[in-house]
Structure formats: C-alpha cells, structure tokens
Nanobody, 121 residues
Framework: QVQLVESGGGLVQAGGSLRLSCAAS????????MSWYRQAPGKQRELVAA???????NYADSVKVRFTISRDNAKNTVYLQMNSLKPEDTAVYYC???????????????WGQGTQVTVSS
C-alpha cells in the first residue's frame, strides 16, 4: 500500500508565502515524476508544477517565477514553495506521484488527499 500525505496549506494574505510538503510512504520501489496539481471551486484540476526523478522541472505559466518545486529522494518527499501568492492561487492542492512497488512493476499514479490554500486579498 502506498500513501501520499500533504501538509503546509492554510490561509495567507496576498503577497505572502507558503510551503507545501508531500511525503510518500509504504511499499515503494521507485518514484518517477512527482507533481502538484490544484483545483479551484468550479474549475478543472490543473497541473501546477512537476519534477522528474532527475530534477528536471516544469511549471504552469501562471506560477512561473513565483513557485518552486523540489524533492528529496531520500525522504520520498516533494515540496512546493509558493511566493508572492495571489487570490487566484486559492485552491485545493493535490500531490501526485508515479510510483512503482516492485522491480518489474510499472509505475502507477497515486494522489494525496489534498490541502487547502486560501489567499486573501
């Protein structure tokens, strides 16, 4: 069984910062890409940022420069540093990871439970 647990969400004023963490645990053989998605009320879930096992990153245009994704492979953890937050960043943020549970097993997508980020104006 694999579990992703997010933390670090909350309420912050516009211009402030938050740091999200997502730790993977359980029967993990390897983790490929790790990502953060978000879903605002009435909108579709969208990719915010992603990072490969080798450290290559990509970002949604709306968060470039303001957000930074990183990972600690030894801890099976991915982070999202969010700076200069705007009210439009308000959403539930979800962690996603492509995880293999065995040496000859393909990787499957796993999701965290989500953490609320609210940015007040």
């Amino acid at each position: 069984q694999v579990q992703l647990v997010e933390s670090g969400g909350g309420l912050v004023q516009a211009g402030g910062s938050l740091r999200l963490s997502c730790a993977a645990s359980g029967r993990i053989f390897s983790i490929n890409a790790m990502s953060w998605y978000r879903q605002a009320p009435g909108k579709q879930r969208e990719l915010v940022a992603a990072i490969t096992s080798g450290g290559s990153t990509n970002y949604a245009d709306s968060v470039k420069v303001r957000f930074t994704i990183s990972r600690d492979n030894a801890k099976n953890t991915v982070y999202l540093q969010m700076n200069s937050l705007k009210p439009e960043d308000t959403a539930v943020y979800y962690c996603n990871a492509a995880i293999s549970t065995g040496v000859l097993r393909r990787a499957y997508d796993y999701w965290g439970q989500g953490t609320q980020v609210t940015v007040s104006s």
